[in-house]
């Protein structure tokens, strides 16, 4: 994807806005989105204007007084709660989770400890291992440095704990590939790595409208994993929906799903909840997304697509839910 950049306009047009773009690595993502989105509202006959979001110039945007907002930010200030507080405390009626779910849901680490800490989810989160503090990693012997990573296992995944898209993730096979995984996960100072168990076997997701399921897609990319360049920039990668690997298991993981999503509270608006299976199709719970892709590539409108909703009648129902 190319690099965009966006003037806002000082004169608001219409009432219904979609925040995109932003200061995160998912930056191009969003542009895309929020593109999509806004046509598709168009089309549906909502004036919508759009607005390239830029957490120095809040005071700014509450002043052109927006009457509904359609969050399409990725990662950053867009999804870890700080959007949703600004408009939560300025009583602006806007799309998906509220602050407090968000910023539980960006932080991978916090997510699974909880899906996989409460009696009522009956799905495991694999096993996984967090590591802060990297300066000190760093000073110790190579030798020695992540020899507690290997107890989860060959091959695993090492990916920063509160980013998307598959941004800074690794796919890692042996103790000499760690030391670049870490540095690629390392997107901020403070950022936690997780290190998880590679369930190798299929990639699934499910989409989520007000906490009920609208089905399952399986990805099969022809990368080892459904990493940045299968998501957005190749069209080799293949989505099934439904999953091909039987009803029963569809609607199974879709009750799963729905359990994630009440344990977690991110009941509002559209959310895509991620999952992988081992090939005996046990699955294990990977992640939320609250703010999931609306590109040409994302999964949420084509599952929302097979269960007879066209993207343009999405975003409106979306747009609808927002309060």
Known sequence: MNSTYCDNDSIRHHDCVVLYGGESEERE??????????QALRKAGIETDLYDWNPAKMREFLALGYKKVFIALHGGTGENGMVQAMLEMAAIPFTGVRMRTAA??????????????????????????????????????????????????????????????????????????????????????????????????HELTVAMLNGKALGVCRIIPKTKFYDYEAKYNRDDTQYLTPSGLGADFDGDLCKKAEEVARALDCCDGVVRIDFLANDNLDPYFLEVNTVPGMTSHSLVPKIANQAGIEFHQLCKMIVDMAK
């Open 104 to 201: 539980i849901c960006i932080d991978k680490l916090a997510s699974k400890t909880i899906v996989s800490g409460l009696t009522n989810v009956n799905v495991p989160a694999g096993k996984s291992l967090a590591v802060s503090q990297l300066d000190d990693r760093w000073n110790m012997p190579e030798n020695d440095r992540w020899r507690d990573v290997e107890a989860i296992g060959y091959p695993l995944i090492v990916k920063p704990s509160r980013n998307g898209s598959s941004v800074g993730v690794s796919w890692v096979e042996r103790y000499e590939e760690i030391d670049d995984a870490v540095r690629a996960a390392a997107i901020a100072p403070d950022e936690i790595i997780l290190f998880e168990q590679c369930i190798c076997g």
């Open 29 to 38: 993502v969003s542009l895309h989105s929020g593109e999509n989105v806004a």
